[in-house]
């Protein structure tokens, strides 16, 4: 069974960097896009990154690249969205899903709040 | 960027009716390869979105038949035949053609 976890969302500070995880089990990571899409609350999905299988490009919109990084360990099975210099208008629910084009299957999601 | 556009429906709906959902983009979202790269989702209260289309108009695995999609290049509709109670939420349009990869607002659906 296909699944992915994420982790590491929390309360931080404007300015702050975090650290969110994507754990994937029940198929080939090494061999599967990864992206990451955020919801802020009440509104409509995102797309914020994409990684490609080896993990050798990277793709961002305008709204937060130079921003976050987006990153995957393929010997652990585990991608990773760095997020620094956190606004608060990046508030939102951060999901992790796979393959490329399309997401075929999600996280259940990790809320990151971005207050003073 | 492509702005996709998703039109609205006359909520509540009465179970057991036919609805259309309709989706607009601004750019043809068909590829050289024959394909159409427009997905479609379904995120019920509380949960996760779940692809329920992709390629316009190919189910995704364990979908009920009562969806289907169809479209040309930059108008698409994903219809759902006698909606059901579990079919309620909010359902998006995705362009997969070129980065960055844009959603629609999303089309709620509510039930009588």
Known sequence: ?116 | DIVMTQGALPNPVPSGESVSITCRSSKSLLYSDGKTYLNWYLQRPGQSPQLLIYWMSTRASGVSDRFSGSGSGTDFTLKISGVEAEDVGVYYCQQGLEFPFTFGSGTKLEIK
């Open chain 1, 1 to 116: 069974e296909v699944q992915l976890v994420e982790s590491g969302g929390g309360l931080v500070q404007p300015g702050s960097p975090l650290k969110l995880s994507c754990a994937a089990s029940g198929f080939t990571f090494s061999s599967n896009w990864l992206n990451w899409i955020r919801q802020a609350p009440g509104k409509g999905l995102e797309w914020v990154a994409s990684i490609n299988p080896d993990g050798s490009s990277t793709y961002y919109p305008d709204t937060v690249k130079g921003r976050f990084v987006v990153s995957k360990d393929n010997a652990k099975n585990t991608g990773y969205l760095q997020m620094n210099n956190l606004r608060s208008e990046d508030t939102a629910m951060y999901y992790c899903a796979r393959k490329g084009v399309l997401f075929d299957y999600w996280g259940q999601g990790v809320m990151v709040t971005v207050s003073s």
